[in-house]
């Protein structure tokens, strides 16, 4: 049940939840394609405050609310907003929650999200904090891989990129390892993921690791290729020597199953080639599009308003 509850890391959604977060998901879809204000957050207010650069994220959410019926009040810039006078997040949260009825907010700190829950009344949802966990994301991706092979179990899927500070990935194992898959984790090796995510993966869930993508995508159902998050690094020295370390193209385009499946978080840098956009494996933009129905879903679950 996700009424009335923040969303903050995704453990604050079980199974159950996903199950129903997928069945209201695609009848959102159908709201979404029929261009009909369902009139379901009339009266409602979204505050969105983004302390860190998005796109997506933001103008799903945004978008979801609107399309629901609802308005959106939003903070985009940090500098344009009070934090640059040396406001506490505290108090800011205070503030939004007098201001709105649901709060979604992006911050640079992990944990960040997990204190303005600590101070809200109202719901919270993380929409990334630092290099934590990025839920909602997570659940577009899950729902993804459920619209293209109707189920989660059984699902081979290989994790690639920068998986030490790839927040998207963090919540993504978390979520796949209470399903019956089989993962394979390619990293460069100082990008490996982080023992607090990977301790958790279960004994059932079979895991693989490796440097490099020929020998081990090729039995892939799912690729989730991710960027290098260069914002993370203290050593941009770091950043530059792993620049290119790794590529989805189109010769590894050409090794994978037929039915297999490429996902990216976005926003891609060079991690995979565009020609690869052009062929039938190509399914991020497609997975950015379900932001929408996702998104709808879920305030509307939060909201209790279905
Ligand atoms: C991701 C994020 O912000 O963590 N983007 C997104 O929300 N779709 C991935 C990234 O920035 O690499």
């Known amino acids: 049940m996700l009424k009335n509850k923040s969303l903050v890391s995704i453990d604050d959604v079980s199974n159950e939840d996903l199950e129903e977060i997928f069945t209201l998901s695609d009848r959102m879809l159908g709201v979404v394609e029929s261009n009909k204000n369902p009139h379901l957050m009339d009266s409602k207010i979204m505050a969105t405050l983004f302390y860190e650069p998005s796109t997506r994220t933001r103008l799903s959410f945004e978008s ?78 899950l729902f993804t891989m459920w619209k293209e092979f109707g189920k989660i179990d059984g699902l081979k899927i290989a994790l690639i990129g920068d998986l030490k500070y790839g927040r998207t990935v963090h919540s993504l194992i978390l979520a796949l390892s209470r399903f ?5 984790v390619i990293s460069p090796p100082s990008l490996s993921i982080p023992e607090q995510f990977f301790s958790r993966i279960p004994e059932n869930v079979k895991v693989r690791k490796s440097e490099k ?20 690094f203290a050593d941009k020295n770091e950043y530059l020597s792993l620049i290119g370390s790794y590529s989805v193209d189109l010769k590894i385009v050409e090794s994978l199953k037929k039915n297999a499946i490429i996902m990216h978080p976005l926003p891609r840098i060079d991690e995979i080639k565009p020609e690869v956009d052009f062929t039938k494996y190509a399914r991020y933009f497609k997975q950015a599009s379900y932001g929408i129905p996702v998104r709808m879903a879920l305030i509307s679950m939060i909201l209790g308003v279905n």
Request: proline share 3%; charged share 20%.
């Open 180 to 184: 019956n898959v089989e993962l394979t």
């Open 213 to 232: 993508m020929e020998g081990f995508v090729e039995d892939a159902d799912v690729l989730y290729v991710t960027r290098i998050q260069k914002e993370r």
């Open 64 to 141: 979801a609310m609107h399309r629901l019926g609802g308005s959106v009040i939003s903070v985009s810039d940090a500098s344009s907003s009070s934090v640059a006078k040396g406001e506490t997040l505290a108090d800011t949260i205070r503030m939004a929650e007098g201001y709105s009825d649901i709060i979604v907010m992006r911050h640079p700190l992990e944990g960040a999200a997990r204190l303005a829950a600590q101070f809200s009344s109202k719901p919270i949802i993380n929409a990334g904090d630092g290099s934590g966990q990025h839920p909602t994301q997570t659940i577009l991706d």
